[in-house]
């Protein structure tokens, strides 16, 4: 029984996580240019408001946003929210900020999307721990196929989320 409340839990977590770049229960006002919660007048946001990914890159084409204010509120979410879930195991704020920085003419269909990579993939100098202490010190030493296909489309990874030791089971049990 124990076992099946820690599941519970962890998918809560989970769910959570996901909510971080999308679910405006974790914005503190709405969209940039949108209005406020009267939905009268408009107020100052975060870039990601309550949209969605495709609807946040759709922003991001049309130059409503760039894909930096996108990730800095990408952040400040995850930054806000994760002391309470414990959802990213490896934070890479630094590198997302210089790789949307550096996005002069993003390309890609979700150019300038922040989101998480599973610790499962290998991103290139950043560590890959198989969701397993014994592969604490490991780091990746080139980028996976699967990552370089999601960075060809123009997501800014901004970490790496949790995963379940060696990808064997379809929940996380963390000590």
């Known amino acids: ?5 820690a599941r519970r839990r962890m998918l809560q977590a989970a769910a959570s996580l996901v909510a971080l770049t999308s679910a405006p229960a974790f914005a ?4 940039k240019g949108g209005k406020d919660k009267s939905g009268k007048g408009k107020s100052k946001s975060d870039a990601l408001g309550d949209l969605d990914g495709v609807a946040v890159a759709a922003r991001i ?24 879930i414990n959802a990213i195991v490896t934070p890479m704020y630094e590198r997302a900020r210089a790789q949307a920085k550096a996005m002069t003419a993003p390309a890609g269909p979700f150019a300038g999307l922040p989101t998480f990579i599973k610790d499962l993939n290998d991103v290139e100098g950043v560590p ?11 780091v990746a030493k080139s980028t996976s196929p699967y990552v370089a296909a999601v960075l ?17 089971t379809a929940t996380t049990e963390p000590l």
């Not at 029984?1 to 409340?5: E, G, L, P, V």
């Not at 130059?63 to 994760?82: D, F, G, S, Y």
């Open 1 to 5: 029984m124990t076992s099946h409340i």
């Open 28 to 31: 503190k006002t709405p969209a």
């Open 61 to 84: 084409r049309a130059k409503e946003i760039t894909p930096l204010e996108a990730v800095e509120a990408a952040i400040a979410r995850a930054e806000a929210v994760n002391p309470k």
């Open 128 to 138: 890959t721990k198989n969701g397993s202490r014994a592969f604490a010190g490991n």
């Open 152 to 168: 060809r489309s123009g997501i800014v990874p901004l970490g790496k989320s949790p995963a379940p030791e060696f990808g064997f």
